[in-house]
């Protein structure tokens, strides 16, 4: 075995790497399990489910606990400065006192000669971003999964840890459909140091690219709980669109056929500035479920009323909505339509007085009775036949009531 488990046979020069260009450099190959295996005594590794920028993800069996546990492996490029071990022992720490049902536990940590390690939770299921590649997520679902996301968001800001790196990759969903957080080794600690305390040297912008807020980039060491929003915001519209919103991106209810109050929860959580954005997680989710809740009232199937007896079909015919060529007026409605009439008479009339004063009174005269045509009609509108509507209704009911009397009448008399 190398003097250092990491240390494996690379690509030749001149190959290409991941990226297909000539020349990069490629990723170091994970360890393999039996190299592993022999570091952790007290662990049966198995194999590798995982491996990404922050290190190596491996089943194993915990044989003391008879238990089956993620173990991920940090890179040794992560320890190439002298403070990283104290970072590592202050966010192994935070990482360990999150106990939310959203977000995977992490049960131990520590340093076995070069190789710093996490003991988590396994989580038996897949990523969200396996589950998006494979096929486009109902908004229902969707907005599911956002909300778990948020309770688990807010419970870890509420603890003094930012996640920094909200994607699909870090939201697992296992076989019986929970949701859980993974990866909060890029958290960072709000403990009102000016220092920033990360897995990563100080001041290095932590986080993948397109999910991160612009002060994440800009500003890296006053980044606040608020960017996790920015991420969760990228996250809802792309689970909704399936595109990530780049550069002038559109609506959410643009690029797919969901309720388009949606678009304003999306695009307040993608606001650049955090003073525009959501404040706490908690707020997207209250957004949330107050639109679900709506929309499940408002589209819920309407009881069909009973049938009527066969004598009064026509006796109560003229109470159906044979009368919805002019629907009700919500409040506000005759008001609206005033406000435009007199704005369209004042133009009319503006019209009509500049030409009678300027000699052509007969275009004038013209201009005035197309005003006051319009005037009339609207007050037919507003006021004439909704009276002779329930003029209508009321005489069919009291038609009906008559009908039914005497109809009662008639069978007692037989």
Known sequence: MPDNIFDQPTIPPGASGPSGSSGSRPPRPAPPSAAIDALFPQLDVLEVIGQGGMGVVYKARQTGLDRVVALKVLPPDAASDAGFAERFSREARAMASLQHPNIVVVHDSGQMGDVYYLIMEYIDGTNLRAIMDGERVPPAKALEIVSAVCDALQYAHEEGVVHRDIKP????????????????????????????????????????????????VEQPLTVDHRADIYALGVVIYELLTGELPIGRFPNPSERSTIDHRLDEIVLRALE???????????????????????????????????????????????????????PPRRPGDKSTGAGYLLWLLGLLGLCGMHRFYAGRWVTGIIWLLTGGCLFIGQLIDLFLLPGMIRISNLEAEILARQYAASAGVASQAG
């Open 272 to 326: 650049k500035e955090p003073g525009r954005r959501y404040q706490h997680a908690s707020d997207v989710r209250t957004d949330l479920d107050r639109l679900s809740n709506g929309a499940t009232r408002g589209h819920a199937p309407a009881a069909a009323p009973p049938s009527p007896p066969a004598g009064f079909a026509a006796a109560t015919a003229p109470q159906a909505p044979a009368v919805s060529a002019y």
């Open 169 to 216: 990759e870090n939201i697992l969903i296992d076989q019986r459909g929970r949701i859980k957080i993974t990866d909060f080794g890029l958290a960072k600690l709000l403990e009102g140091n000016a220092r920033t305390f990360t897995l990563t040297a100080p001041q290095q912008i932590m986080g993948t690219m397109h999910y991160m807020a612009p002060e994440q």
